[in-house]
């Protein structure tokens, strides 16, 4: 008899398999319909031999040091800080927006003072922030607006800005100085042997086992276990009886070129030409050196594997039908970005599975004081949960 059968080896299933099987003895099945772990996040090395990522960049980025720590049980990591371009009107510029992008765009030479004036001068102020839209062009006026995100996103999203929630693009900062890193996060790095690696030294435990190429449904009836943790998507394990949730998908076109460097940045971002959004080249991202290199292409289309939950408000009031049928659910406990219908970042993934963990535990002693039954634990790591649980609305994208 299994304790757990865990639905998905991503983030989420293969965090709580983990510290289920290490931090409280528990006896776990984590199963996996695809034939790998690692769920989105999972690497391998490609016919060339150089390592690439399956479902597109993964970036490893955290403001939580509990995340950080708990990751770094199981790799090592190469810091690793984040640059992307954009390809608009001819140059391959800067993004996020800073001093250099706007100076290189419309050939000046503003000081980080003249730019804030110049941002000011182009924005135009919205009464209220109500769509993506709405927010870059009370930031930055329509002609940079036009110019880097309106197309990128009606790629991405299928959708105009216009249509879309604000919080889509409610992140996207623009800079006066010469940052041009992606992401500010106190942690970015990358595992130093790949993600897969890491997945392996996480789930290397004799309590865990892992059937791979198997959708939970072909044993959910054969194999005996107490509790269920379901991180595939809510909708399908309810039969889609509330209707579909609405995703944006993406095709990977993977090639390997016979140069040492494909491109000037580790990706460049295409908002205006091509039927692709991105071009990604993995070696920046890795460290990995080699004579040839490997870059992906990513094509958004409305079909295929759930990426991006479409985040308008007739799909959350839809998925908060779906929440409270998961919370009526006894022993089954969702958890991760299709489970619980949000575009979350790994990191926060990990927050969450970690959380939801302490939860667990949490509701074991009470059960056990009330039975007067004793369970296991004490080894600490309730204490990184915990932290986690205050950290987690403040950990950021
Ligand atoms: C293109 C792209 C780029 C991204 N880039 C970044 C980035 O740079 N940085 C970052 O922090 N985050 C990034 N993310 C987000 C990151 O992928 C997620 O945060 C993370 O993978 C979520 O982990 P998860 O375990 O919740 O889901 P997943 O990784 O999707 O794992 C869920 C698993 O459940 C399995 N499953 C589903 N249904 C069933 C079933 N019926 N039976 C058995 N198994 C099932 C699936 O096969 C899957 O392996 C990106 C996401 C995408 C799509």
């Known amino acids: 008899m299994f304790d757990y059968l865990i639905v998905g080896a991503g983030f989420a299933g293969s965090v709580l398999a983990e510290r289920l099987a290490q931090g409280s003895k528990k006896k776990v099945l984590l199963c996996d319909k695809r034939s ?49 371009r954009a390809s608009v009107d001819g140059q391959i510029l800067p993004i996020p927006i800073n001093l250099d992008t706007i100076n ?29 839209e709405d927010v870059v062009v009370s930031k930055v006026g329509r002609e940079l607006y036009e110019k880097f995100f309106r197309n990128y996103t009606r790629k991405q999203w299928g959708i105009d800005p216009s249509e879309l929630d604000a919080a889509v693009t409610a992140r996207v900062p623009t800079r006066t100085n010469r940052d041009d890193r992606y992401f500010t996060d106190t942690y970015q790095a990358m595992p130093v042997h790949g993600y897969t690696k890491m997945f392996e030294n996480m789930l290397d435990h004799p309590n865990i086992k892992v059937l791979l190429n198997c959708d939970y449904r072909e044993i959910k009836h054969d194999i005996p276990y107490r509790e269920m943790i379901y991180t595939g998507p809510v909708d399908s394990y309810f039969d889609y009886c509330f209707g579909k949730l609405p995703y944006r998908s993406l095709e990977f076109k ?144």
Not at 104 to 132: D, H, N
Not at 300 to 327: Q, T
Request: no cysteine; glycine share 6%; charged share 20%.
């Open 254 to 397: 993977h090639e390997t070129h016979h140069v040492p460097v494909f491109q000037q940045a580790p990706v460049v971002n295409y908002p205006n030409e091509h039927p692709y959004t991105r071009v990604t080249e993995f070696k920046y991202l890795t460290g990995q050196e080699h004579p040839k290199t490997s870059i992906v292409y990513e094509f958004p289309k409305a079909e295929g594997d759930a990426y991006y939950p479409v985040p308008r408000k007739e799909n959350s009031d839809l998925y908060a039908k779906y929440k409270s049928l998961a919370d009526s659910i006894p022993g089954v406990h969702f958890v991760g970005r299709l489970a619980t219908y949000k575009y979350y970042n790994m990191d926060q993934i990990v927050a969450q599975a970690l959380t939801v963990y302490a939860k667990m535990i949490r509701t074991k002693r009470v059960e056990a004081t009330v039975l007067g039954t004793q369970t296991g634990n004490g080894n600490g790591h309730h204490k990184i949960a915990e932290g986690v649980i205050r950290k987690e609305l403040t950990l950021t994208q």
């Open 36 to 84: 790998h772990i690692g769920g989105n996040a999972y690497d391998h090395y490609d016919e060339n031999g150089i390592l690439v990522h399956k479902y597109g960049p993964h970036i490893f980025h955290t403001n939580s040091p509990e995340v950080f720590e708990y990751l770094s049980r199981f790799t090592a990591w190469r810091p690793y800080e984040h640059r992307v």
């Open 104 to 132: 290189a765009l419309y050939g000046l030479r503003l000081t980080t003072f003249q730019v804030e004036e110049f941002f000011k001068s182009l924005a135009e102020p919205r009464e209220t922030i109500r769509t993506s």
